[in-house]
């Protein structure tokens, strides 16, 4: 099956919801980094989290979902794309115990969401570290600063990360107080192992049985790395040419790894040189014709 995110509602409530499953996607970040297991699993989970909260946001543009701690893990970080590409990496030390809660693994911290919309201002919210799960730490964060009731299940094991998300619409009052409150119940039935090995349709069929539920079309979901040798080299430019060379005389050539694909761009003397060549002038570079 592909990796897909699937919309739906209730009908008569304004209740949403979104389930997402990762396969490929997923494999793609697992086979770039010899990630510990217990980094992992959180890992697999804020992904399924960033592309439900990202179908969920409406974004036209990126979302950047950031796990800041001053524990063994000290940064997971999460990008996705309004096209539904994504990429993550972490930071970690040394040697992490196999089993350890999610607060002691990462300590005191932030849980930080930037938008960057493809045009216009960008956008970062910031929440302390409050639960022990990425669901809870994003659940509150959809609390505290979009101001909406959002409830999450999130599981990830070494094939797939997934989940699913409920929403209460905003300005749209229930008609049935009791709707939200049976629904996000129903919803807190679901094993890891179902969100894991169960279609968007199964999945909905046997959580809310007893519900008017509209699913929608899904939408594929693709890990994808958009840094290149042209970015990089854009990057080096506004260092400088003397600089740029300053370096390469110390160390023969640049190496530049990237920390999400784990691609390696390297640049001797003679890229080096080349970068200052061209007819586009560069910031902070100077240009020869
Ligand atoms: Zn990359």
């Not at 964060?141 to 699913?164: K, P």
């Not at 008609?175 to 894991?196: C, S």
């Not at 046997?206 to 939408?219: H, M, Y």
């Amino acid at each position: 099956m592909q990796d897909q995110l699937s919309r739906f509602i209730f009908e008569n409530t304004p209740i949403r919801g979104e389930v997402v499953r990762l396969e490929a996607t997923w494999q793609s970040v697992l086979e770039r980094h010899d990630y510990p297991v217990a980094l992992r699993h959180i890992l697999g989970e804020l992904m399924a989290a960033a592309a439900l909260l990202t179908a969920t946001l409406k974004l036209d543009g990126a979302l950047v979902l950031q796990i800041q701690g001053d524990g063994l893990v000290s940064l997971l970080v999460v990008e996705c794309n309004s096209d539904m590409t994504m990429r993550a990496t972490a930071k970690w030390s040394d040697e992490l115990p196999v089993e350890e809660s999610l607060d002691r693994l990462v300590g005191n911290g932030k849980c930080v969401i930037t938008l960057l919309p493809s045009e216009g201002q960008s956008y970062q919210g910031v929440v302390p570290l409050e639960g022990d799960s990425i669901a809870e730490i994003i659940s509150g964060y959809m609390a505290r600063s979009e101001q909406l009731d959002t409830v999450l299940w999130l599981a990830s094991n070494d094939r797939n990360a997934a989940g699913m998300l409920l929403q209460k619409l905003p300005d749209q009052p229930l008609q049935d107080d009791d709707d939200w409150n049976r629904i996000t119940q129903l919803g807190g039935t679901v094993k890891p192992h179902e969100l894991l090995e169960l279609s968007a349709q199964t999945l909905l069929k046997r959580l809310f049985f007893e519900e008017d539920v509209r699913l929608f079309e899904p939408q594929e979901v693709t890990f994808s790395c958009p840094c290149s040798r042209a970015g990089v080299a854009n990057v080096l430019r506004m260092l400088g040419k003397e600089e740029i060379a300053k370096l390469v005389d110390e160390r023969k050539r640049i190496e530049v790894h990237c920390e999400f694909c784990n691609q390696r761009y390297e640049f001797d003397k003679i890229d080096a040189e080349q970068l200052f060549v061209t007819d586009i002038a560069a910031p902070g570079g100077e240009t020869r014709h």
